[in-house]
């Protein structure tokens, strides 16, 4: 069985979603770890209620990216973490975790990379009359949402749709299609 490790900083949605596919047996892999930046966060909450163990740090308490990665990198190491998982981890990955997890890093994104990365993609999309928007799956580099590409969903985008629209549409594909794409990448890391 794969173990992963899931980065979030919010709500924690995605990090459900994975738990779930677990549960039903449609993602073959556990969670070790949650690493979460914001003391606080939802997300640390449903991974208690899953019984998953958190590893929940305030950046500004170290004195720089290297070195809460540095932390960050033992805990993964000690569970023995196949893949990192970002879901909704809102901070560019440094130097530190890029090395210890080469090609192992994946990030899921609220747009049809590389159109509109970075924050409030759907805000971005929206605002720009974008017609066709979806969901990247991608593998993580230094910079921001610009890694190799491993999978896209599109969303075609209704003249009547309000932001609040598009968001709910985008996280039912996200929920549905990271966990798939996840089991994928999984099976094909145990056939190489």
Known sequence: ???????????????????DAIKTGELQAEVVVLVCDKPGAKVIERAENAGIETFVFSPKEYPGKSFFETD????????????????????LIGETLLTAYQNKIVNIHPSLLPAFPGKDAIGQAYRAGAKV?????????EGMDTGPIIAQRELIVDKSDTVENIEEKIHRIEHQFYPQVLQSLLTSFSNN
């Open 1 to 19: 069985m794969k173990k992963i490790a899931v980065f979030a900083s919010g709500s924690g949605t995605n990090f459900q979603a994975i738990v």
């Open 133 to 141: 928007t979806g969901v990247t799956i991608h593998f993580v580099d």
């Open 72 to 91: 960050i990198v033992a805990v993964l190491q000690n569970r023995q973490v196949d893949l990192v998982v970002l879901a909704g981890y809102m901070r």
